[in-house]
T-cell receptor
Framework: RKEVEQDPGPFNVPEGATVAFNCTYS??????FFWYRQDCRKEPKLLMS???SGNEDGRFTAQLNRASQYISLLIRDSKLSDSATYLC?????????FGPGTRLSVLP | DTAVSQTPKYLVTQMGNDKSIKCEQN?????MYWYKQDSKKFLKIMFS???????INETVPNRFSPKSPDKAHLNLHINSLELGDSAVYFC??????????FGPGTRLTVT
């Protein structure tokens, strides 16, 4: 089993839609969790950290389920500019493991 | 003001050559990293440096060597380049060892 798994997509959604991405991780010692976004031929950029109690940043909501080793990202009211690849990242110690990413295309 | 910068942006070279990629951050962060993103888009950590000390080395070939002349710089030297080294290499820095800020990447092509 891979350390961090994501559905590669692509997810094609219309503007204004709500879309959710899931991520599972295998190492129960994982300590910190993040979502990054990566635009085509660009560097990854931190979208948000994921906290145990769940957290929200504008249209984005992240959830963590440690028991199931599962992280989610919900995007409400999708914008064209949300089109990107979303990377789930898991940290333990000094190691960071990136998932393969989920591609999102928001269509007009 | 570029927070994390890398040079060169593109690097095309032949097998067997030795090359270096430079990385600089002006954020005052203590930790810096090198990542490799291959053609399948998997992003994998190669090295991290904290206050000029190597923290992790993810079983990369010893042809790759990080060099940190000071806290703001972490350069990557690659000896005897191979076709499989072709990838995009990203430098990153972190203030706390958790949230990371990436440079724009260096696209290396080995012919």
């Amino acid at each position: 089993r891979k350390e961090v798994e994501q559905d590669p997509g692509p997810f094609n959604v219309p503007e204004g839609a709500t879309v959710a991405f899931n991520c599972t991780y295998s190492n129960s010692a994982s300590q910190s969790f993040f979502w990054y976004r990566q635009d085509c031929r660009k560097e990854p950029k931190l979208l948000m950290s994921v906290y145990s109690s769940g957290n929200e940043d504008g249209r984005f909501t992240a959830q963590l389920n440690r028991a199931s080793q599962y992280i989610s990202l919900l995007i409400r009211d999708s914008k064209l500019s949300d089109s990107a690849t979303y990377l789930c990242v898991v940290n333990y110690g000094q190691n960071f493991v990136f998932g393969p990413g989920t591609r999102l295309s928001v269509l007009p | 003001d570029t927070a994390v910068s890398q040079t060169p942006k593109y690097l095309v070279t032949q097998m067997g050559n030795d090359k270096s990629i430079k990385c600089e951050q002006n954020l005052g962060h203590d930790t810096m990293y090198w990542y490799k993103q291959d053609s399948k888009k998997f992003l994998k950590i190669m090295f991290s440096y904290n206050n000029k000390e190597l923290i992790i080395n993810e079983t990369v070939p010893n042809r790759f060597s990080p060099k940190s002349p000071d806290k703001a710089h972490l350069n990557l030297h690659i000896n005897s380049l191979e076709l499989g080294d072709s990838a995009v290499y990203f430098c990153a820095s972190s203030p706390d060892g958790y949230e990371q800020y990436f440079g724009p990447g260096t696209r290396l092509t080995v012919t």
